[in-house]
């Protein structure tokens, strides 16, 4: 993605995920959208999480902190996969401690209810930036090939010419190799 399409980016992210507080940048503008995409489809997620806590470090947790856990986990997962994504240096948005409670996800069933959100969530914000970006190239191509004029010069060249038209025909006859065939 390059550096000027920024802009564009963020307005998509805005109007996919909603009113983002803080799009000074391209990053802070994907941890809004990846808040944002957490707050309003983890309910579908939710109950998958709920039915798999058992035998895991979420059991004996209630239904509110565990869904306080799973929002925060995927809101920061969502968003360092985009940013990882796009090429943003993520280190200067996330520390140690934003991924310290997916520890607490230490069965397959909830790491999968995990990595099912959030696979699904950044896909989604990935996808419209993926349209956006290349909605920008396909505009650009466009307008760098009008300023290519010697590309579309015409010739005034007509297609037929005197000098074109050939009274003589090509004997592809004697390139042939013989053949002859025996009668038995």
């Known amino acids: 993605m390059r550096k000027e399409y920024e ?8 109007s996919t995920f909603g009113e983002i507080e803080n799009k000074v940048d391209l990053a802070e503008a994907i941890m809004g959208a990846a808040r944002n995409a957490a707050e309003d489809n983890l309910p579908d997620y939710i109950r998958d999480l709920l039915y798999s806590v058992n035998d895991s470090f979420l059991e004996g947790l209630d239904e509110d902190n565990i869904g306080s856990l799973y929002r925060e986990v995927v809101t920061n997962s969502v968003a360092y996969m985009m940013m990882s994504r796009l090429g943003i240096d993520t280190e200067s948005y996330f520390e140690d401690d934003d991924f310290r409670d997916v520890t607490n996800f230490n069965t397959q069933e ?3 209810a995990l990595g099912f959100a959030t696979s699904d ?8 930036i993926a349209k956006t970006v290349m909605a920008l190239d396909r505009q650009n191509r466009i307008i760098a090939g009008q300023n290519r004029n010697e ?34």
């Not at 802009?7 to 805005?14: F, G, H, N, P, R």
Request: aromatic content about 8%.
């Open 121 to 128: 969530i950044a896909e989604m914000g990935l996808s419209e």
């Open 7 to 14: 802009a564009d980016v963020i307005e998509t992210l805005e």
């Open 151 to 184: 590309y579309n010069k015409v010739e005034n060249k007509t297609e037929r010419s005197f000098s074109d038209e050939r009274t003589d025909l090509h004997n592809a006859a004697k390139f042939l190799p013989k053949f002859s065939i025996k009668k038995k």
């Open 110 to 112: 909830t790491l999968n």
